[in-house]
T-cell receptor, first 112, second 112 residues
């Protein structure tokens, strides 16, 4: 089957660094995405990795290792507004079509 | 501004009633998607469409129906066959299937 695993909850303090891991098991993998969702809001796109390595976008970075079926989202200089749920999503094939498969989400709580 | 709109923001359904959720995008994206999100859970795919006049069932299509008569529009009907429709419904679109998805603001459906 196809599945993604990420921690359900992470807590960190303001100004710290936090890493949210994501492991996946899919067929026809073609990219790992990360989305942020604030309570009651819609998911917003954060980053995308198609190849191995680190992608940096401001305070957020995302890493992918295809050989390990593993990726992570790194959030630096945490701010209170970063408190949200973070979803990893994998582009995977199903039959002759492709779609995104989402993880269950990690709730990040940033404390003062 | 380009984006995805969903209406209404809140929708109430009576027992035995069909209701239709609207989703419109002006991003010129070919692919569109409908997800259901229950409290504290991830996103589950209901239906998706790669191109006009074509759509595929997702993981939880039972009790739902869609149409894709125009590129810009992908309405979702929650039928009376859906016995537990209370959820947050999210529409998304992407340039192509499996690529980065951009979400609308969502519709909360409640059963009276």
């Amino acid at each position: 089957g196809q599945s993604l695993e990420q921690p359900s909850e992470v807590t960190a303090v303001e100004g710290a660094i936090v890493q949210i891991n994501c492991t996946y098991q899919t067929s026809g993998f073609y990219g790992l995405s990360w989305y942020q969702q604030h309570d009651g809001g819609a998911p917003t796109f954060l980053s995308y990795n198609a190849l191995d390595g680190l992608e940096e976008t401001g305070r957020f970075s995302s890493f992918l290792s295809r050989s390990d079926s593993y990726g992570y989202l790194l959030l630096q200089e945490l701010q209170m507004k970063d408190s949200a749920s973070y979803f990893c999503a994998v582009g995977a094939s199903s039959g002759n079509t492709g779609k995104l498969i989402f993880g269950q989400g990690t709730t990040l709580q940033v404390k003062p | 501004d380009g984006g995805i709109t969903q209406s209404p923001k809140y929708l109430f359904r009576k027992e035995g009633q069909n209701v239709t959720l609207s989703c419109e995008q002006n991003l010129n994206h070919d692919a569109m998607y409908w997800y259901r999100q229950d409290p504290g859970q991830g996103l589950r795919l209901i239906y998706y469409s790669q191109i006009v006049n074509d759509f595929q069932k997702g993981d939880i299509a039972e009790g739902y129906s869609v149409s894709r008569e125009k590129k810009e529009s992908f309405p979702l009907t929650v039928t009376s066959a859906q016995k537990n429709p209370t959820a947050f419904y999210l529409c998304a679109s992407s340039v192509g299937i499996g690529e980065t998805q951009y979400f609308g603001p969502g519709t909360r459906l409640l059963v009276l």
